[in-house]
T-cell receptor
Framework: SAVISQKPSRDICQRGTSLTIQCQVDSQVTMMFWYRQQPGQSLTLIATANQGSEATYESGFVIDKFPISRPNLTFSTLTVSNMSPEDSSIYLC???????????????FGEGSRLTVL | AQSVAQPEDQVNVAEGNPLTVKCTYSVSGNPYLFWYVQYPNRGLQFLLKYITGDNLVKGSYGFEAEFNKSQTSFHLKKPSALVSDSALYFCAVRQSPNTGGFKTIFGAGTRLFVKA
């Protein structure tokens, strides 16, 4: 299992500003992902955070808008840049505990960061 | 490309009755299939998964799911629903590693209402 802490848990932001969300895991994990969930909706994968290299982004998401850092195996950040009201959402950090060989495992999620952009 | 379909936005069931939440999937190779639950204002919690082996898998809180390869389905079931089961349920699929996939794709979600 894994315990994931996300900060901030919620924030209200002004249009045009940027916000960085932090994700801290209590154990080393190879696979870490960032998802977006609009309230009551499904989860959309933004990117896979790769330790020591650039994140792998899904279609519709770009590095300039959602830069991601992964300096080590327990920590990652997601920045939402130049925010607009359309970015209002819940952003979730998730991991598959263990090393690369544990890819059959389920995802563990943080509690999420609820962003409201005015 | 992998995808997951949950055909029902909402399922209503009376307490004590059996419940089924439907899920179908499309993925290359052998799928890894998951069910997650999200209670109001909470993060997602894992319920159960199918990787290989028996088609019927059992998970948390008395839930089970049946993998049907020919119908590409992975329906979630519970013999007797509880009011406390009311939540948002997500089906998810991950490609097996020999097809190069590690990412998990989620269905649209099904809201379950259990009436007392």
């Amino acid at each position: 299992s894994a315990v994931i802490s996300q900060k901030p848990s919620r924030d209200i932001c002004q249009r045009g500003t940027s916000l960085t969300i932090q994700c801290q895991v209590d154990s080393q994990v190879t696979m870490m992902f960032w998802y977006r969930q609009q309230p009551g909706q499904s989860l959309t994968l933004i990117a896979t955070a790769n330790q020591g290299s650039e994140a792998t982004y899904e279609s519709g998401f770009v590095i300039d808008k959602f830069p991601i850092s992964r300096p080590n195996l327990t920590f990652s950040t997601l920045t939402v840049s130049n925010m607009s009201p359309e970015d209002s959402s819940i952003y979730l950090c998730s991991v598959v505990p263990g090393g690369k060989g544990s890819n059959t495992g389920e995802l563990f999620f943080g509690e999420g960061s609820r962003l409201t952009v005015l | 490309a992998q995808s997951v379909a949950q055909p029902e936005d909402q399922v209503n069931v009376a307490e004590g009755n059996p419940l089924t939440v439907k899920c179908t999937y499309s993925v290359s190779g052998n799928p890894y299939l998951f069910w997650y639950v999200q209670y109001p204002n909470r993060g997602l919690q894992f319920l159960l998964k199918y990787i290989t082996g028996d088609n019927l898998v059992k998970g948390s809180y008395g839930f089970e799911a049946e993998f049907n390869k020919s119908q590409t389905s992975f329906h979630l079931k519970k013999p007797s629903a509880l009011v406390s089961d009311s939540a948002l349920y997500f089906c998810a699929v991950r490609q097996s590693p020999n097809t190069g996939g590690f990412k998990t794709i989620f269905g649209a979600g099904t809201r379950l209402f259990v009436k007392a």
